[in-house]
């Protein structure tokens, strides 16, 4: 389970599915506090609650450890061997493109050939 660090002190963390994709991640105070009602035991307070989208729960969990860090709600974190983000993928490596043979000497000239001129009983056109 992860922890979240507040002012020194390690806090669990919890991560919910609320519908799917949809998860609640909340960090929970060590001390106990009774329900609200007669008879149904103690719970642990959430001290942070975020909502977020993602594909799965330990997404959720890194994705809102990061946002209440770089807000400020808690000091640092440490996340489970399973919880941490999975490397990436190495790159594919690229084909090497065909290097172009190089053109003919007989080629050459000919496509810098200048284009033929009209003939004597045609008269050139002007368009515009």
Request: aromatic share 2%; proline share 14%; hydrophobic share 35%.
């Amino acid at each position: 389970m992860a922890k979240a660090i507040i002012q020194g002190k390690e806090h669990e963390v919890r991560c919910d599915l609320i519908i799917p994709k949809n998860y609640g991640v909340a960090v929970l105070s060590q001390e106990e506090v009774p329900t609200a009602t007669v008879n149904l035991g103690v719970r642990k307070a959430a001290l942070h609650r975020y909502k977020i989208n993602a594909k799965d729960p330990e997404a959720a969990l890194r994705r809102a450890l990061e946002l209440m860090k770089a807000s400020g709600e808690i000091d640092d974190y440490v996340l489970e061997p399973h919880e941490e983000a999975p490397p990436p993928p190495p790159p594919k490596a690229k084909p090497e493109p065909k290097a172009k043979p190089a053109p003919k000497a007989a080629e050459a000239p000919a496509a810098e050939a200048k284009p033929e001129a009209p003939s004597e009983g045609e008269t050139p056109r002007a368009d515009g």
